[in-house]
């Protein structure tokens, strides 16, 4: 499914989301008429942190699911992946 907006109406979108959370995201939890989680303040800085260090994870794990690198674990990167995804989820507030 694709949703088409204009670049005004993309703009007031990144103004309303929560930094760390993708579009696609935003827009399904505020059609459903789901808060969004907001990361508290203190965590902001973190929470950006841990977002570049997800995006860099995300790549080498392609990168070795590939065969693009030598010596990388496809399993231990996924599993590292994951874990900072829960510490990211817990620095929203999440139980």
């Given at each position: 499914m694709?949703?088409?907006?204009?670049?005004a109406e993309?703009?007031?979108?990144?103004?309303?989301r929560p930094?760390?959370m993708?579009?696609?995201e935003?827009?399904?939890t505020a059609?459903?008429r789901?808060?969004?989680?907001?990361?508290?303040?203190?965590?902001?800085e973190?929470?950006?942190?841990a977002?570049?260090?997800?995006g860099g994870l995300?790549t080498?794990a392609?990168?070795?699911?590939?065969?693009?690198?030598?010596g990388?674990?496809?399993d231990?990167?996924?599993?590292?992946r994951?874990?900072l995804?829960?510490?990211?989820r817990l620095?929203?507030g999440?139980?």
């Amino acid at each position: 499914m694709t949703c088409r907006v204009t670049d005004a109406e993309l703009a007031e979108i990144d103004d309303r989301r929560p930094e760390g959370m993708t579009r696609g995201e935003w827009l399904r939890t505020a059609a459903l008429r789901r808060a969004p989680a907001r990361v508290p303040e203190v965590n902001q800085e973190a929470w950006g942190h841990a977002g570049r260090i997800a995006g860099g994870l995300t790549t080498l794990a392609k990168a070795a699911a590939e065969g693009r690198t030598v010596g990388v674990d496809p399993d231990a990167i996924e599993e590292l992946r994951l874990a900072l995804a829960e510490v990211r989820r817990l620095m929203k507030g999440g139980k």
